[in-house]
C-alpha cells in the first residue's frame, strides 16, 4: 500500500442540532479523522481521484441540513497533518489505571498503570471521542485475564492494543480501511506488543470463534447492517461492548438486539453517545 502524502481537510460548520448527523454522512462517505475545533469539526479525506465527488455530496449533504451550513476545504501535507494533533492531542486519563498518551509524552511521567500510547494519524481512535473514553471505561472493567477478543473496527488498534496491556491474551482485529494499516503498525510498536495482535483489512473476514469479549466502536451508519453477523461470534457467558451510538438512537439500538442472544447489561454514556455493556445467553 502506498503511503498517502496529502489530505483535503474540510472544515465544517453548521448548526449545533445538525452536527452529529453530519459528522455520521462525513465519516460514511470515507472520512478518516473528524476533529472538533469548537463550533466547527474538521474531517480528512485522502487526496485521490474521488475526493471532488465526495466534497460535492458532502456539501449537498450539509446544505440540506442546514442552508447556512458552510464548507471550507485546504490541502494538507501528511507530515503538517500530523504536528497539527499535537495542539489538542493531549494525555486522556480513563479511570484511574488507564491513561491515553500522545507518542510524544514520556510514560514515565504519568501514575497510571496502564499507559497506552498512540501515533495520531489519519485513523479514528486517540482517546479523546466520547465513544472510545467508553469503550475504555468498560473494557477496564471487563477485562479479567487471558479474553480472547475480537475487536470490530479496529481503527487505530486502541481498543486492541489496551486490551493486551490490561491481560487479554490474543486480539483478533478486524478492519476495512486499507489507510489504518501503518498507524496500526506503529500503534503496536509504540506498546511494544510483538504477539497475540491479529489483523484482518478485509470486507470479509475469518472469524475464528468462539470470542470471550467482542468490542466494535462504530458509527450506526456502518454499525447496524453488520453487527447481526457477529451475533454468534461470542461464547455463552461472555461479554460484548458496542459503542457509537447516539443516545437518540438507544431505542433502534435496543430493537436490533431482540434478534441476537445479547442482553444489555448496563448502558454508559457521555454527553450525546452512549455505549453498552451486554452479556451473552
Not at 492531542?89 to 498518551?101: A, E, G, N, S, Y
Amino acid at each position: 500500500m502506498n503511503t498517502v502524502s496529502q489530505w483535503i481537510s474540510a472544515d465544517i460548520d453548521i448548526a449545533v442540532e445538525h452536527k452529529e448527523i453530519a459528522m455520521d454522512f462525513a465519516l460514511a462517505l470515507g472520512g478518516l479523522a473528524i476533529v472538533e475545533k469548537g463550533s466547527i469539526f474538521q474531517v480528512s479525506y485522502p487526496l485521490d481521484d474521488d475526493v471532488q465527488m465526495i466534497l460535492d455530496n458532502l456539501r449537498t449533504f450539509l446544505k440540506d441540513l442546514d442552508p447556512r451550513a458552510s464548507l471550507t476545504e485546504d490541502v494538507v501535507d501528511r507530515e503538517n497533518w500530523n504536528k497539527n494533533w499535537q495542539a489538542y492531542f493531549k494525555p486522556t486519563v480513563i479511570t484511574k489505571q488507564l491513561i491515553v498518551l500522545p507518542e510524544w509524552e514520556e510514560p514515565a511521567g504519568f501514575p497510571q498503570r496502564v499507559k497506552t500510547r498512540i501515533r495520531p494519524a489519519m485513523a479514528f481512535g486517540t482517546g479523546t471521542h466520547e465513544t472510545t473514553r467508553l469503550c475504555l471505561q468498560i473494557l477496564e472493567a471487563a477485562i479479567s485475564g487471558q479474553e480472547y477478543m475480537l475487536d470490530v473496527g479496529t481503527g487505530s488498534g486502541i481498543l486492541g492494543v489496551t486490551a493486551l496491556k490490561l491481560g487479554a491474551s490474543q486480539v483478533d482485529a478486524i478492519e476495512n480501511d486499507p489507510f489504518t494499516k501503518e498507524n496500526i503498525q506503529d500503534n503496536l510498536k509504540l506498546n511494544g506488543i510483538e504477539s497475540g495482535f491479529k489483523l484482518q483489512i478485509t470486507e470479509t473476514p475469518v472469524l475464528h470463534p468462539p470470542y470471550d469479549l467482542l468490542v466494535v466502536n462504530i458509527i450506526r451508519a456502518r454499525l447496524f447492517p453488520i453487527l447481526p453477523k457477529y451475533f454468534q461470534a461470542v461464547r455463552p457467558g461472555g461479554q460484548v461492548i458496542v459503542s457509537g451510538l447516539l443516545v437518540s438512537e438507544d431505542a433502534e439500538f435496543r430493537g436490533l438486539l431482540t434478534k441476537s442472544p445479547w442482553t444489555i447489561v448496563k448502558p454508559y454514556t457521555k454527553n450525546e453517545w452512549i455505549a453498552y455493556l451486554c452479556t451473552v445467553e
